[in-house]
């Protein structure tokens, strides 16, 4: 006889539970509803894409795709033919709208669904993994960056109640700064992945990274999601432009007070007025529109990863755990679906990383875990009832509630041990004499309480315990 097969997961996946799934599927729906309510629509897109539509045909790519491998070797092999799997949601998106030019624009979607990269797997990183995003395409106001910032409030009130800031800042002030720091254009991307760890290596190893001499055959960035750590090479800055950058990241205070200070520091550098401009719109629109200022705030350190965001970038981070860093981010990408399509398509939008968030709010204690979502089950006490049990556990599914007829041994004790270990709020009893009788005893399994009640009260008896559970 040959061996068994090991039940092992590749590297870097993982299984979900019922109970997990249940608070999940919980959060998901709460995140749903808010993104509805801001006059979002749903949209989904294929897990895979060709792989030149998620790389742009860029060969030095520095993200770590899945690629996808068929039977025929030129679809494997052709470069306009080869596939992947989507590494987030808003390259496809840039995509669909590129392929449906005539959608009626602003287009305001949202979506959920699993991403894979080929990181390296490593506690709190994983292939795959899921995301839920809102976008609006079409739009070049900052009142749709002010909306993307009144959402990202708005979910996070839900979900973890006060204990939340959404940063946000512009990447037009980052890209001002090669002008005003005075190093060369070339390395404001390597500049802004630098100041984009900040909150991880700190104030002064991220001004090592910029003076340290550069290693002419290392890599200019490290990719997209990496271990974000001291890098042993730098950029090679001036001292001078390092002095200047360092004054940057050293701008503090209120909202109003940052925008004061770059105001000044910038004065004449016409990219970064542009980026303080948007930044005031947004400032005055989450005003008007009563979002709490305790829950966000202008922070000049935020910049992003990923190299297509073009204007206002936005951060969201937990209070109490700010270790594990952001939880919902996104921004402006402007130039994005102008990789497939000529046309003005400017968009913004933020995405949640839902596993992250999950794991979040497990260690805050914020998810309830139940093993089941079934209140109800019938119990078999009698081979000659049953009819009316199948007929019994028709009639409470017809009525809207979640049901269970048992199905195993005909224990009694282990019928009611399951419903315990189920937590199943309500369990339905008719032995002999209740089917004689024409009643049904129904207990209350977290009152420890039964009542024997007419049969043709089952449905209103049942709904009462549940109302009050």
């Known amino acids: 006889m040959s061996d068994k097969i090991k039940p092992t997961l590749p590297g870097g996946f993982r299984d979900y539970p019922p109970s997990e799934m249940v608070a999940r599927n919980a959060m998901l729906t709460t995140i749903r509803r808010v993104f509805e309510r801001f006059g979002f629509d749903p949209l989904e897109t294929p897990g895979v894409e060709r792989k030149i539509v998620l790389t742009g045909g860029d060969e030095g790519f520095r993200m770590n795709i899945f690629n996808t491998q068929i039977g025929n070797a030129r679809i494997n092999t052709d470069p306009e033919l080869a596939m992947a799997m989507r590494f987030d949601l808003t390259v496809p998106l840039a995509r669909f709208m590129a392929a449906n030019p005539d959608l009626v624009k602003p287009f305001k979607r949202y979506q959920v669904g699993n991403v894979w990269r080929g990181e390296k797997p490593q506690a709190g990183r994983f292939r795959e993994f899921m995301q839920f995003d809102a976008d609006t395409v079409g739009s070049d106001s900052p009142l749709a960056d002010a909306e993307i910032v009144a959402l990202m409030v708005a979910t996070m009130q839900e979900l973890v109640g006060e204990r939340f800031s959404v940063r946000f800042n512009s990447r037009r002030i980052l ?28 104030r002064d190893a991220a001004l090592r990274e910029l003076t340290k001499p550069p290693k002419a055959d290392a890599p200019v960035a490290e990719e997209e999601g990496a271990e974000q750590v001291e890098a042993e090479y730098g950029l090679g800055l001036s001292a001078a432009a390092v002095a200047k950058i360092g004054g940057f990241i050293d701008l503090a205070g209120t909202t109003d007070e940052l925008l004061a200070a770059a105001g000044t520091m910038f004065k004449g550098v016409a990219l970064a007025e542009a980026g303080l ?31 297509y965001y073009t204007g206002p970038v936005f951060e969201a981070f937990l209070t109490d755990l700010p270790s594990i860093g952001s939880v919902f981010s996104g921004g402006r ?11 003005n398509y400017p968009a ?42 199948l007929t019994m556990t028709g009639e409470l ?63 209103s008896t049942v709904r009462i315990i549940l109302d009050g559970s």
């Open 175 to 202: 890209n001002g700064l090669p002008e005003y720091a005075g190093f060369d254009a070339s390395q404001a991307s390597d500049v802004l992945r630098i100041i984009d760890k900040l909150p991880k290596i700190g």
């Open 277 to 307: 401009h948007e930044i005031m719109a947004i400032v005055r629109a989450l005003r008007s529109m009563g979002v709490p200022e305790q829950n966000w705030q202008l922070d000049l350190s935020v910049a992003r990863g990923l190299s």
């Open 333 to 343: 990408y402007d130039d994005l679906v102008n990789r497939f399509l000529d046309g």
């Open 348 to 389: 913004t939008g933020a995405s949640i990383g839902v596993d992250r968030l999950f794991a979040a709010l497990k260690q805050l204690d914020k998810v309830k875990f139940t093993p089941t979502l079934t209140q109800v089950l019938v119990t078999v006490m009698d081979e000659s009832g049953i009819g009316e049990y």
């Open 397 to 459: 599914r017809d009525a809207g509630i979640r049901t269970q007829l048992w199905m195993g041994s005909k224990s009694f004790k282990e019928q009611v041990n399951y419903a315990v270990k189920q937590e199943i709020p309500v369990v339905i009893i008719v032995g002999s004499n209740e089917l004689r009788d024409g009643t049904v005893t129904v207990k209350d399994m977290r009152q420890r309480k039964q009542q024997l009640v007419p049969r043709a009260d089952l449905i």
